[in-house]
């Protein structure tokens, strides 16, 4: 506004002295109209010889604060650069406010890095679209404003609370080296096979390639069961629904929760998650597991198209699936229910946990409610302690000043 006000004086001042041939009139509208042209040539150099890099981490963890760096860099040879203003553009529905930085000075060929701490209070993806630099400098008249193109792409995980009780998981059928471990159909699938060693189950030879290479070979079976569970999430909630949608939140971060200490402990952990497409990860174990299964959870969003029971009865379940479920929902409605007769069919005893129930509240703690901030690269065996957090690099404050 003071800069429309500056232009209509200048145009006002322009028409007097032409009108009533007054000269100081007239050297007063060359002051104005030169203080309009240096104020947008100051602009115009200052911000095309900026240049701004963004250096992002890959994942975060919602609530807690994570660092995102800029380095900026003055090219001119002789100007300082002052009073820049540098804006974050971040995409449609991000999780999180855009970053903003004001930098007084920048002297000529130099560049600096500075650490800004952020935190996204919900889990999600964060698209970063653009950089926005301005200054209003030398007389405020207008905001000058320059786009630096910088796409870029992060994850935020769920938020990690607290266990209150441990999870358990059954241990299957293991057969034994020397043959002594009982059934032999049933337990297992197949999945190659080997030379004969010796304690091997003789009732597991194959006799056809033992009779093509002139030595025994043996059946190699994959076994069911073991230290393995499956965390199962419908996220199945109608639009506008604020208190479900929270409800759902909340069943998201307790199965992220239960995943990170599930693998610190060394069990195999499958996911599967309704919506479009539907995600299934069968088991496997290893913190190289935990982003891939955290990633899924953090994308996930509300959904309610879907029948997730019908599509669990539509997969294939081969023995080394099977395991104890526990089922995630934002409410223990009839489709909840139906999931979980579905899943106790196919995979093996189910638990259901909605928010608000007492099965919940024994087992999860929200992070908002504990407020402990967990080992990032810790496991912890006790279950009144957090879990785990996926990765150290997120909560990184140390600042990259000689980063270029």
Excluded at 254 to 283: F, M, N
Aim: include cysteine; glycine fraction near 12%; charged fraction near 20%.
């Amino acid at each position: 506004m003071g800069g429309l006000g500056f232009i209509l004086a200048t145009v006002i001042i322009c028409l007097g002295a032409v009108d009533g041939d007054i000269n100081l009139l007239t050297l007063l509208f060359g002051f104005c109209l030169g203080s309009l042209l240096i104020n947008a040539f100051y602009g115009y150099r200052t911000l095309t010889s900026l240049s701004v890099r963004r250096i992002v981490p890959d994942i975060a963890i919602a609530g807690k604060p994570f660092i995102i760096r800029y380095t900026i860099t003055n090219r001119r040879r002789w100007a300082t650069a002052r009073g820049i203003l540098i804006e974050d553009v971040l995409g449609k529905g991000a999780p999180m406010p855009a970053p903003e930085i004001f930098v007084p000075a920048l002297a000529a060929r130099q560049s600096i890095t500075l650490a800004i701490p952020v935190v996204s209070p919900r889990r999600g993806r964060i698209a970063f679209s653009f950089i926005s630099a301005s200054t209003r400098l030398p007389f405020y008249l207008f905001s000058k404003r320059t786009r630096i193109e910088a796409v870029a792409e992060m994850v935020v995980f769920p938020a990690l609370g607290r266990l209150l009780t441990r999870v358990n998981f059954v241990e299957g059928y293991t057969d034994s080296p020397g043959g002594h471990g009982g059934r032999i159909s049933g337990d297992g699938e197949f999945y190659g096979v080997r030379e004969y060693r010796s304690g091997d189950n003789p009732r597991r030879i194959h006799w056809r390639r033992t009779a093509q290479s002139g030595q025994l070979m043996i059946r190699e079976m994959a076994q069911a069961g073991g230290n393995q569970l499956w965390c199962v999430v419908d996220t199945c909630v109608a639009p506008g629904d604020v208190e479900r949608g929270h409800g759902l939140e909340l069943a998201i971060s307790a199965a992220a929760t239960v995943i990170c200490d599930a693998l610190e402990r060394g069990a195999k952990v499958g996911l599967i998650c309704s919506g479009r497409p539907l995600v299934v990860l069968p088991p496997a174990a290893g913190r190289a597991c935990r982003p891939r299964l955290l990633r899924e959870l953090a994308v996930r969003g509300p959904h309610d198209k879907d029948d997730l029971a019908s599509l669990i009865r539509r997969l294939p379940w081969p023995p080394r699936w099977r395991g104890p479920c526990l089922l995630f929902g934002a409410d223990d409605g009839p489709g909840l229910r139906s999931t979980a007769a579905a899943l106790s069919a196919n995979a093996g005893s189910t638990s259901v946990y909605v928010p608000n129930t007492g099965a919940f509240d024994e087992l999860f703690q929200p992070a908002q409610v504990c407020g402990v901030a967990a080992d990032l690269d810790g496991g912890n065996d006790r279950p009144n302690e957090p879990p785990a957090h996926p990765d150290r690099s997120t909560t990184s404050t140390q600042s990259g000043a000689g980063l270029n």
